[in-house]
């Protein structure tokens, strides 16, 4: 079981940027797949969700407006674009997958917003 983020960076506040998350070893488009992140000193917060066909979405308050996940199941992929990028919004963003008593993490991606 894998699941690999990328697209993380630098950039500046307003601007935007698109996480992916691959992910392979087991049945992808049976399992719900979530964005949590951690900022320096805090605890890791759930961001957004998406059901395994991808019809329901779930955002943290915080993020709602802003950012949109979504996903391929044909291409095994989860993606969070973020839009408006705030300084707040640095952390390390990992992607999940969970079905039942299935939970697998990724290794995360630095994503730092700072002029």
């Known amino acids: 079981v894998q699941l690999v983020e990328f697209g993380g960076g630098l950039v500046q506040p307003g601007d935007s940027l698109r996480l992916s998350c691959v992910a392979c070893g087991f049945t992808f488009n049976s399992y719900h797949m979530r964005w949590y992140r951690q900022a320096p000193g805090k605890e890791r917060e759930l961001v957004a969700s998406?059901?395994?066909?991808?019809?329901?979405?779930n955002y943290a308050d915080s993020v709602k407006g802003r950012f949109t996940i979504s996903r391929d199941n044909a291409k095994n992929m989860v993606y969070l674009q973020m839009n408006s990028l705030k300084p707040e919004d640095t952390a390390v963003y990992y992607c999940?997958?969970?079905?039942?008593?299935?939970?697998?993490w990724g290794q995360g991606t630095q994503v730092t917003v700072s002029s």
């Open positions: 998406v059901t395994s066909t991808g019809g329901t979405t």
């Open positions: 999940n997958g969970h079905l039942g008593s299935s939970n697998y």
